[in-house]
């Protein structure tokens, strides 16, 4: 069975600092990772992707197979940022079908 | 767009009542699926559904819980004889293929009193 795991219920920085919100996950075949983002009082949506590439409001991510991890970075955090952060798996190339940490809490201080 | 709709909002219902939740999916979209989350935890998967049929229903509870997508119409999560452990926040997504971003609702939030 497949499984993602966010060590961390909350992450506090300040502005302007580098922020990691850190995420491992296993199954034994080959997913795809996503990033997921709720801001307060609205719904999940999508951040990005592992298959993408892409970097989305400052943020980035690299799937590490060997550590089995893909952590969400920003090197430099904004107050806007605040909000909670949940790491997915698809374990079946083809469903939509997800498999989520318990999330983390980004509170950004001024 | 008015994107994924989730009806109602705030559901409360006593033990032992029905809880109905609806959703109805992005326009063009006719993949749909369910979870759910529990105080202090991650979205559970329960269900995905294609329009009139269930495509995996692995993470639904074998007893009191059923899904149906019909042609017309939302999809409907229902719980029969519902328990105060059935309260959660329930999210439906919906999504245009099986390989394509699915979309989220605002959720339901049931709680049982």
């Known amino acids: 069975a497949q499984r993602v795991t966010q060590p961390e219920k909350l992450l506090s920085v300040f502005k302007g600092a580098p922020v990691e919100l850190k995420c491992n996950y296993s199954y034994s075949g080959s997913p795809e990772l996503f990033w997921y983002v709720q801001y307060s009082r609205q719904r999940l949506q999508l951040l990005l992707r592992h298959i993408s590439r892409e970097s989305i409001k400052g943020f980035t991510a690299d799937l590490n197979k060997g550590e089995t991890s893909f952590h969400l970075k920003k090197p430099f955090a904004q107050e806007e940022d605040s909000a909670m952060y949940y790491c997915a798996l698809r374990p079946i190339p083809g469903y939509s079908t997800l498999t989520f940490g318990k999330g983390t809490m980004l509170l950004v201080s001024p | 767009n008015a994107g994924v709709m989730q009806n109602p909002r705030h559901l409360v219902r006593r033990r032992g009542q029905e809880a109905r939740l609806r959703c109805s999916p992005m326009k063009g979209h006719s993949h749909v699926y369910w979870y759910r989350q529990l105080p202090e935890e991650g979205l559970k998967f329960m269900v995905y559904l294609q329009k009139e049929n269930i495509i995996d229903e692995s993470g639904m509870p074998k007893e009191r819980f059923s899904a149906e997508f019909p042609k017309e119409g939302p999809s409907i999560l229902r719980i029969q004889q519902v328990v105060r452990g059935d309260s959660a926040a329930y999210f439906c997504?919906?999504?245009?293929?099986?390989?394509?971003?699915?979309?989220f609702g605002q959720g339901t939030r049931l709680t049982v009193v």
């Open positions: 997504a919906s999504s245009w293929d099986s390989n394509t971003e699915a979309f």
